[in-house]
């Protein structure tokens, strides 16, 4: 996997780095950036509202899509849809006398087949197709956030084209949370296959998310930040006979259970987590119609979430010996598929700590941490990162009060974001690509 197409000579050059990066010494001020997304922050509450109240599934994006062409078109901002199916890219252009670098800040736009519990005025009541059938549609991620701070910073940059030169990418990507079955890749995979990091040509790439936190601070790590993501398929086939006579066929629901066993004992006792985190989770069983029928198959599904792609490998090629042999004990058979759903989001070290100071102008002293632990969490995120160099940061979001170790955690049907935070995502945005054209300067 690439992870950058600019050399580590190349990207300390653009970025000016020796030693501790110092906060931007020209160019625009912070404080005009935190006056300019104060008086828009309204607007971006109202945005997130509404995108809130009219959440859709992946690949299905098709009002956010219009809702985000229609608002970067009344800043002026060049608008290209489409693009990764129903992805939108926008473009502003500095007109500062200048090098014209880019940089490129992503936002993803679709919801989950969640039930909304949060009972806010605004709360979701919409319906989706998932695999065939009808579903609550709920933005219990954040994206309605990140969509909304992302038009927030297009706003606030617009204003400022004539302070700063270079391009400035905007990236509104769908169905980050995954594709219906049967597509070959997911949102950020197909932008980058439509061009969106090519024309114009991308340098660095930002990007954020909301989860549990406190409110107001923002945390990453270079590196190894967020998990690979790899989709697990078994399937079980056996003999289907009476619940009372197990003997006359091949009981594929104690297989089942076996297997569970075997993978979770398999990843409990054959890797080490103080060096590499690794979750192996089987997450749905799927078997039988009645209660005293055996049946001939059972389905299951689940996720493995790595930070090291040999150990990955392995793990897998273990699994699989591991659950065949599991199968075949019993007389039954093993069908055993994986797909990668995320890479490992894998922030680049230079321009991570570059970004830590530009960070600290957005959320204040003490507000940034870019040494936090990894999260087995996945983002697709990194497949941007894979082509150019790229950060990616979390933004605490929790309400006021209330701790976040026990806050509604995102894909809950009651998470929910503290809308005081969004002011802080414009900053972060804005101030992020602001800088990175200045040191490119």
């Given amino acids: 996997m690439r992870r950058t197409l600019l050399s580590a000579t190349a990207l300390a050059a653009a970025l000016t780095l020796s030693g501790a990066p110092a906060l931007a010494q020209s160019g625009v001020p912070a404080e005009a950036v935190a006056t300019a997304a104060a008086a828009i922050e309204p607007e971006v509450i109202a945005w997130r509202r509404d995108l809130h109240q009219h959440p859709e599934l992946g690949l299905a994006e098709t009002r956010t899509a219009a809702f985000v ?36 800040l992503r936002a993803d736009m679709d919801a989950l087949p969640v039930l909304e519990a949060t009972g806010l005025p605004f709360a979701s009541t919409a319906t989706g197709t998932y695999q065939g059938a009808t579903v609550p549609v709920a933005h219990a991620c954040g994206h309605d956030a990140h969509v909304a701070m992302l038009l927030g910073a297009a706003e606030v940059l617009s204003g400022m084209k004539d302070r700063f030169s270079g391009t400035i990418v905007f990236l509104f990507q769908p169905a980050e949370e995954g594709v219906p079955p049967g597509e070959p890749m997911g949102g950020a995979r197909l932008m980058i296959a439509d061009g969106a990091l090519e024309t114009p040509k991308v340098e660095a790439i930002f990007g954020l998310h909301v989860v549990p936190g406190r409110p107001g601070t923002i945390f990453y790590r270079p590196q190894g930040f967020m998990a690979a993501s790899d989709r697990v398929d078994i399937v079980l086939k056996g003999r289907q006979t009476h619940g009372a006579w197990p003997w006359r066929g091949v009981d594929v629901i104690a297989v089942a259970g076996q297997v569970i066993s075997t993978v979770n004992t398999l990843t409990a006792r054959t890797i080490d987590p103080t060096t590499t985190p690794t979750v192996f989770t089987i997450a749905t069983l799927q078997a039988g119609v009645r209660y005293n029928i055996i049946p001939d198959q059972a389905v299951l599904s689940g996720t493995l979430r790595t930070f090291d792609i040999a150990q990955r490998d392995d793990l897998v090629k273990r699994a699989e010996a591991a659950i065949d042999h599991v199968a075949e004990a019993y007389g039954a058979t093993a069908e055993f598929s994986i ?60 309400a006021d009060g209330v701790d976040p170790a026990t806050a509604a955690p995102n894909h809950s049907p009651q998470f929910d974001v503290n809308e005081d935070v969004l002011v802080l995502g414009v900053r972060a945005h804005a101030l992020s690509a602001l800088r990175f054209l200045e040191r490119a300067r």
């Fill in 69 to 104: 062409a229609e608002r970067l078109r009344a800043m002026g901002i060049e608008v290209r849809e489409g693009v990764g199916r129903t992805g939108v890219v926008g473009v502003l252009r500095g007109t500062a006398a200048g090098a014209d670098r880019v940089v490129a």
């Fill in 339 to 398: 797909q990668q759903n995320a890479a490992l989001v894998f922030n680049n070290e230079e321009l991570s700590a570059w970004l830590a100071p530009v960070l600290t102008e957005a959320a204040g002293e003490g507000n940034v941490n870019p040494a936090t632990p990894p999260t087995t969490v996945a983002e697709d995120f990194s497949y941007f990162q894979a082509e150019v160099p790229g950060v990616f940061y979390h933004l605490g979001g929790t």
